[in-house]
Structure formats: structure tokens, C-alpha cells
């Protein structure tokens, strides 16, 4: 089974740039004012995840 | 489109860099993806009064109040105070960034350059190998700009230098995770600026209380990514305003999230291209501060640039000046402060309280990170052996 990916919610995202700086697939854009996931670039490593100061990325799929 | 030079991003490092090139007659254009200058802030808004010596700014509107010092409180509330010995000496200004940005703008615009907004770069201008341009998004309208120089002054984020293949990916080591609220209808020490240390109130990292004037402040917090969770910049904040006497009563007026390198600088000189700012990871590791840097790197990039212009030549070696003339200056307190933040973040709580109590007397020479760092060993001579990189680094 694949790991799951990346989920940024796109409501909470505050656009600080913290996941794009740290993302080590270059994954993630700004687009719009929000941070944006390229999937097929994820590599499920949650580096992201903990880095989002108000919790607006999770694994995709967990409620 | 042709210009000598394209900006990318025009925060400080950008607009600096845009004023210093301008002025010394290169054709500059600055390029911005949001549709305002300085909108929206994502910043602490501290600046240490250094920033008059470069007579940037004309206007009164982008100082929100000035400083007299600093306090730092240890995780059990002692206070080490750094405060000018000189009464009335200011020491630092807690900005409006909004205005900030605007004026620095304006100041690179009166030289000459010129400035395109909602114009969002999508990636670099190449032919074959060589940069000719940048590629951007203007509104839905697909633009080629060429140019000889590209800067990338576009944060934290900094696309351009990864479009050149340079590896700009930060550590979660290397990186604050913070969330920030301007608070109204709060007790403000006024003159000072506040910074809260410990494990449990932020993790690698501090909250801070930057006056804006009489009820207000910002009020933030950063941790260091790699000893973060998911939400644990934000859920800090929260318990430490809702615990806080001063605090508590407070009513947001704003409400950001932010990310800050606290690395060393990379390499940021190639063919045809500057990195400057936060791009560039020119921030002080320690503080998190970045506006001093971006102001000095900008005006050594600007000024070099317009040194390249001058003789047609875009290659490292006609650029590398840039770097060269903040080696001894802005690079060597980085490089520094690098090293003295890994030794702090390893410092426990307990630590922090017996460095703070040694320190509550002291009286600081002057208000910096380095009168800090003096003061700590000259307290805890034994600290100079954890230091001890630090001589290399003084010997560079």
C-alpha cells in the first residue's frame, strides 16, 4: 500500500513559506497565496507536517 | 522586455539591492508577485537603530515606536536587562512594516528603477545554460523578461536559486516555525522589547513581546522546526497569552504565521545571478533578525552590480565583490552566531535560570548578541571551552 501523502488545507494555510523552504522534493509552491503540493512529488517524509505553526498540513486521508 | 537588472521579491533585500543598482545607472526592474508592497507583514517588526546610518527612509510612518533595550527572561522569570547605558540613547525601532517596505520601494523607484506587481516569476530565462531572464506570470499573461543579472530576493521560499540548481533546502535544524499576534488592549512595558527562553515555552527557539505603543504589541513565538509538532508554535503562543497577567486580556488585530532561516549563508554568487536576504539565509542565526542583514547585503549586491554593468561583465568572478565585502562584516557575526545558537539550544532549562541569575546585575557595554555572549563568559569562563569554534572562526 503507498504511504500516504501530504494534505495542505488550503483554509488554514497562512503562506509563510515554512514547508516550501524545508521540503526536500521542492514539492511544494506558492500559488495563489496558498501553499500548494505537487503529489506525485511527495515522498510521505512529513517533514512539512511538523513544520506548519498552525497545524494547516496533515497526511492525507486522516480526519 | 530588456533590463540590465531583474529583482525578484521586493522586501528589503530586494528593494535595497533594486536602489543601490539603480542608482549607480543600471536599467533595474523589481518584480512582485503580491498585489502590495509590504502587505501582508510577516515579521516581528524589531530593527536595531543601525538602520539610520543608511538614510533610507524619509518618513515617520515606518517607525510603530523605539526601543530603549531589551529583556530576556529566563524559564523561571529571572530578567537579564540590556539597556543603553545612556539615558535616551534609542537602541532599536519596532516598525510598521507595511510602510517599511513601501518607503525602502520608493527609494529604489526615485533612483530610476521600476516595479511590476501581481507579477510572479515562474522560472529563469536560459539560454542553453546561461541565465538570460526570468520567465513570470503577470496576472494570466505569460512574460519573458530578459536580463543580464537576475536577483533572487524572493525569502525564505527562494525559488529562483533552485530553478539555477542550487540547493536551498533548509533543515528542519535550520529553520524557526513561528505564528504571531498583534495584540490590542494589553500592559506594555514601553522602551523594551521581551524575550521569553525555556524548553516548554518554545523549543529552540523564544516568544517575544515587541511593543507597538501604548496597549499594543507583537506578540510572537518561533521553534526551531526540527523540535516541532504539528500546531506546537501556535498552541505555545496560546497558553502562554492566556497565562500571562499582561497579556491575557489582550484582543488580536493581526494574525500571522512565519518562517525564518537560522542557517549559515550559502553561497550566493553565480553567473549572472545574486541570491540576497533571507534567499541568501542572511539572518542572524541567534535573534532570527534579518533586516540589517538584507539592508547590508542589498547595498553590497546593488553597488556590485552596478560595478558589473558598468564594465557589460556577468560572471561569478566580475560579481563575487558582493560576497567579498561583507566576508569580514555581516558573514563573519553570522558564521559566529551560528555556532553560539547550536551552543544555546543545547542549554536545559536549569542552565538558562543559573545564566540568567549570574547575568540579572550585569552591565552590558551595549545592546547586542556579542555583549551577550561576552558577558555569559566572562561569568562561566568554562563556557569558553563549548566556544571553542569559535576561535577558528575568528581567525578566518
Known amino acids: 500500500m503507498a504511504k500516504p501523502k501530504a494534505h495542505i488545507n488550503q483554509i488554514l494555510c497562512l503562506a509563510c513559506g515554512g514547508c516550501i523552504s524545508v521540503c ?19 515522498i510521505s517524509c512529513g517533514i512539512c507536517i511538523n513544520t506548519c505553526p498552525v497545524g494547516a498540513i496533515d497526511l492525507e486521508g486522516k480526519k | 522586455m530588456k533590463y540590465d537588472v531583474v529583482v525578484v521579491g521586493s522586501g528589503p533585500a530586494g528593494s535595497v539591492t533594486a536602489r543601490y543598482a539603480a542608482a549607480s545607472g543600471a ?40 526601543m530603549d533595550g531589551a529583556r530576556i527572561f529566563s ?4 530578567i537579564v536587562k540590556l539597556a543603553a547605558e545612556l539615558a535616551g540613547a534609542e537602541t532599536g525601532y519596532v516598525l510598521n512594516r507595511e510602510f517599511f517596505d513601501k518607503e525602502l520601494v520608493q527609494g529604489a523607484l526615485k533612483k530610476g528603477a521600476s ?35 537576475i536577483v533572487a530576493a524572493d525569502g ?16 528542519p535544524h535550520d529553520l524557526e516555525t513561528c505564528t504571531q499576534y498583534t495584540l490590542s488592549n494589553i500592559v506594555v512595558e514601553e522602551g523594551y522589547c521581551d524575550f521569553y527562553l525555556g524548553k516548554k515555552i518554545a523549543p529552540g527557539g523564544y516568544i517575544w513581546v515587541f511593543p507597538k505603543g501604548k496597549d499594543t504589541a507583537n506578540v510572537g513565538i518561533g521553534v526551531l522546526a526540527s523540535e516541532s509538532t504539528p500546531q506546537l508554535p501556535l498552541k505555545l503562543l496560546n497558553t502562554f497569552i492566556k497565562n500571562h497577567p499582561d497579556l491575557k486580556k489582550g484582543e488580536p488585530l493581526r494574525f500571522l504565521a512565519g518562517a525564518v532561516p537560522v542557517a549559515e ?59 567579498e565585502q561583507l566576508q569580514d562584516t555581516l558573514y563573519r557575526k553570522l558564521k559566529r552566531n551560528y555556532v553560539v545558537k547550536e551552543i544555546l539550544q543545547n542549554f536545559d532549562d536549569k542552565t538558562l535560570n543559573m545564566l540568567a541569575d549570574s547575568l540579572k546585575n550585569y552591565k552590558f557595554d551595549e545592546l547586542s548578541t556579542f555583549s551577550l555572549v561576552k558577558a555569559l563568559v566572562a561569568k562561566h569562563p568554562s563556557l569558553l571551552i563549548k566556544l571553542k569554534p569559535l576561535m577558528r572562526l575568528s581567525k578566518l
Request: with cysteine; charged share 25%.
Open chain 1, 24 to 42: 526536500p522534493q521542492d514539492a511544494i509552491t506558492m500559488n495563489g497565496r496558498k501553499a500548494f503540493l505537487e503529489k506525485t512529488k511527495c
Open chain 2, 27 to 66: 536599467k533595474v526592474l523589481i518584480i512582485e508577485r503580491r498585489p502590495e508592497v509590504g502587505v501582508p507583514v510577516l515579521c516581528a517588526e524589531g530593527i536595531s537603530k543601525n538602520v539610520d546610518n543608511y538614510n533610507l527612509l524619509s518618513g515617520t510612518k515606518w517607525m510603530a515606536a523605539s
Open chain 2, 75 to 78: 524559564p523561571d522569570r529571572t
Open chain 2, 115 to 149: 516595479i511590476m506587481l501581481n507579477t510572479t516569476a515562474i522560472d529563469l530565462l536560459k539560454n542553453k545554460d546561461t541565465i538570460i531572464g526570468i520567465k513570470a506570470l503577470q496576472f494570466d499573461e505569460h512574460l519573458d523578461i530578459e536580463a543580464d543579472i
Open chain 2, 156 to 171: 525564505v521560499e527562494s525559488k529562483v536559486g533552485r530553478w539555477a540548481g542550487i540547493n536551498t533546502t533548509l533543515k
Open chain 2, 265 to 323: 549563508p550559502i553561497p550566493a554568487t553565480y553567473d549572472h545571478l545574486l541570491l540576497v536576504g533571507d534567499a541568501a539565509r542572511q539572518v542572524d542565526p541567534i535573534t532570527g533578525g534579518g533586516l540589517m542583514a538584507s539592508i547590508e547585503a542589498g547595498k553590497s549586491a546593488g553597488e556590485t552590480i552596478g560595478h558589473a554593468i558598468e564594465l557589460q561583465q556577468f560572471d561569478q568572478k566580475t560579481l563575487l565583490p558582493y560576497e
